[in-house]
């Protein structure tokens, strides 16, 4: 057992690999065991280290938000929606000009997810971002709009790559697309907006896919919103 836990030891690998490393070895001895070659599994009693779960899709801070927006250039409507309205990476990808109601002020999307539709509200500051959409069709975002799920997600790829790039320069900690959704839901929390609107506002919400699911508390939702830290102006486009 000894030499099997300076073995381990001696590996320059995560926890995750030394264990996955001694299952390897630990299957052969347990074969060995089997045609009588060894009495007992030495691996059996070998010591592996604690692993420690990664948290992936951290809570994006203001200094990272500053960095992003200020770097972010071709991505940075993207990154703006993500933030500002929760919704999951390939939902903002697949959202097209048709879908925005700049006079009402809502967004009417498919969760791909539930494959629920919902009509949520947008803030006067996404708004601003996305700009006069008069005359606009199609994909807002057409290197990523694909409905073949597959394409979709190998699409994704390009604003994730141009997110940890941003983050990595400014010797920042990894983060994720998904990132952007926790930080809209604790920035929300943060200006105590009750859980059930919360859930609605990130379409936890299910209903049947022909049938648009609207905020329950729409205007209340839009003051929230509206309350929402700007980390857009920090930057030059």
Known sequence: MTTYNGYIDWLTVSAKTKKNHLGVISLMFKQAMLEGHIAQNPCENATLPR????????????????????KSSKWRLYYAILLYTGLRAGDVAMICYENIDVKGKKITQLIRKSRTVHELPL???????IG???GKRGPVFPTLYNENESKLNDRLANPRKCLQSILS???????????????FNNMLLAEGLEIQDRQSLMTHSSSEVTKIYTHPNAKLAAKYLNKLPNYLNNSKK
Request: no cysteine.
């Open 51 to 70: 692993i420690v779960p990664k948290v992936r899709h951290r809570q994006l801070t203001a200094k990272d938000l500053k960095a992003i927006f200020k």
């Open 132 to 134: 006069s959409i008069k």
């Open 123 to 129: 803030s006067d500051l996404l708004l601003k971002e």
């Open 169 to 183: 320069a400014a010797k920042l900690p990894k983060a994720t697309l998904h990132s952007f959704r926790h930080t």
